[in-house]
């Protein structure tokens, strides 16, 4: 089968990251936080180049991916040019992939087990490259999803950072799609401030604003700024 773009005007894109910057800020003074204190993660996951190169031209420099494999084709040769690129892992990662998911991302959000902490703290240890961390939890506790149970979460993030030596600077969840997300949030939230952990990636094209009302740091946002994603 032939895919079929459904991929937004590199115009559309630029109207779509200023119209999504405006409603962070919005949302932010709102409830009275800095609007500086919440960044932006465009989901880049199944963009074609040109949307990439779109949205790089409007200035956004954060991104999320949610696999290895099509992360290093889509940014890897794009990395000479720039320096100021941040990178996010936020998808499910398998221990033999750690290596290569070290080798490329800034930060890892998919922390769910010790075994994955020991396995990027040895990747961290053979490349002399030390991403920073956050654990995912499933806030939901869906059989389906990964993340690490809200009960067994303050256990992981002690071994992620007192066993295996990573630097845990956060959280992140994905809410239940049928569900307030709020709540979610919330429990995120309360997980964070008893670790001592201040970055909380939470909120997606449809959530984000309820998000940064709940506290996020990182708002992870595909299809508000590119459009509907094609699926398989
Ligand atoms: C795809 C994805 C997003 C973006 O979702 P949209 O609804 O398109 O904004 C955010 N977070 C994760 C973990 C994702 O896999």
Redesign the pocket.
């Known amino acids: 089968m032939t895919p079929t773009s459904s991929a937004s005007s590199p115009a559309s894109i630029a109207e779509n990251l200023a119209e999504v910057r405006a409603r962070i800020d919005a949302a932010c003074r709102a409830v009275g936080r800095d609007p500086a204190a919440v960044i932006l993660t465009a989901?880049s996951?199944t963009q074609p180049p040109e949307a990439i190169d779109a949205i790089l031209a409007a200035g956004q420099r954060v991104f999320?991916e949610?696999r290895v494999q099509e992360a290093q084709e889509r940014w890897i040769g794009r990395l000479p040019g720039l320096n100021d690129l941040e990178l996010r892992l936020?998808?499910p990662l398998q221990t033999n992939k750690a290596e290569d998911a070290v080798a490329l991302f800034d930060v890892i959000?998919a922390l769910d087990r010790e075994k994955l902490a020991r396995a990027l703290a040895e990747a961290a240890q053979k490349l002399s490259r030390a991403p920073r961390v956050l654990v995912q939890v499933n806030t939901g506790a869906e059989p389906q999803k990964a993340g690490v149970l809200a009960e067994d979460a303050d256990a992981l993030i002690r071994a992620a950072r007192d066993t295996y030596g990573l630097t845990v600077e956060g959280l992140?969840c994905?809410p239940p799609a049928d569900q307030d997300a709020a709540p979610h949030f919330s429990l995120l939230k309360q997980i964070a401030d008893r670790n001592g952990l201040s970055v909380l990636s939470m909120g997606?094209?449809?959530d984000?604003e309820t998000a940064i009302r709940c506290g996020a740091t990182h708002v992870?946002?595909?299809?508000?700024?590119?459009g509907e994603?094609n699926r398989p």
Request: glycine share 20%.
């Open positions: 989901v996951k999320g949610n936020i998808g959000e992140m994905i997606m094209s449809g984000y992870r946002v595909g299809t508000a700024l590119f994603r």
